[in-house]
């Protein structure tokens, strides 16, 4: 496993996609027991996923905006596995599984209500975890509105076919205005954070005054500049017009 003080903020993106064919995912593993990390590491890249795998929560917290899953235990040498559920559930929608020894019914419920998306106590069947970890990620993209249309009062957005309409009138976008509108669109109570948007819409690979370029130009196509709301110092959330 990688360890700690190998890693600093942000070198934990992961480039390399999965195995041609399979549907691998870009998941971080957060383990302090460095066999069972290796373990389940390497069945996981068996698998077609790409792995990073940390043992201390300190470090998943400055790694978590670059993956697609997080998959951690809740016994950590630096930091409670419940704190770091709940600073990641603070700034991120990530999918998030516990796989822990801690198995208690208090301890399921504690989990969940951190912001955990599930929750598995060991020991359990790799089968298991993979078929926990293809129902969480379903959900996900059920929830990001692929495949359908989102409804926010006068604003209609048809995800398939990537049209916007705003009482009735077709709003011309760009992709990327569209991703960023669909992106806000899809989690409506929720502020999603700068970084997050960069990694998803733009793949991490701009600056931050893109975010706020595209913004802007989304604003004015949607007719009014309360469609798209600044919570400073933290990101943007959908708004009403």
């Not at 064919?21 to 790409?50: N, Q």
């Not at 801690?102 to 089968?127: I, N, T």
């Not at 078929?131 to 209609?156: C, E, K, Y």
Request: glycine residues 10%; neutral net charge.
């Amino acid at each position: 496993m990688t360890q700690t003080s190998e890693f600093l903020p942000g070198s934990l993106l992961l480039n390399q996609r999965a195995v041609p064919g399979t549907a691998g995912w870009r998941i971080l593993l957060v383990e302090g027991d460095a066999s069972e990390a290796g373990a389940l590491e390497e069945a996981l890249r068996r698998h077609g996923h790409e792995v990073a795998a940390v043992d201390r929560g300190s470090v998943a917290l400055a790694a978590h905006e670059s993956v697609d899953l997080v998959l951690t235990e809740l016994e950590l040498p630096d930091l409670d596995g419940l704190e770091v559920c709940k600073a990641i559930r603070a700034v991120s929608c990530v999918p998030l599984i516990v796989v822990t020894v801690r198995g208690s019914e208090l301890d399921r419920v504690l989990g969940l209500q951190a912001g955990a998306d599930d929750y598995l106590v060991k020991p359990y069947g790799f089968r298991e975890l993979m078929a926990r970890i293809d129902a969480v990620m379903r959900r996900v993209r059920n929830q990001n509105g692929q495949g359908r249309a989102i409804d926010h009062g006068p604003l209609h957005i048809d995800v398939k076919s990537r049209e916007v309409c705003v009482d009735g009138h077709g709003v011309d976008l760009t992709r990327k205005e569209f991703d960023l509108l669909c992106l806000l669109a899809s989690h409506p109570d929720t502020v999603i954070p700068r970084k997050r948007l960069l990694q998803q819409v733009w793949g991490d690979s701009w600056s931050r005054r893109t975010v706020d370029t595209h913004v802007s130009s989304l604003r004015r196509k949607l007719g009014d500049s309360r469609w798209v709301v600044t919570v400073r110092g933290v990101g943007f959330r959908l708004g009403h017009a």
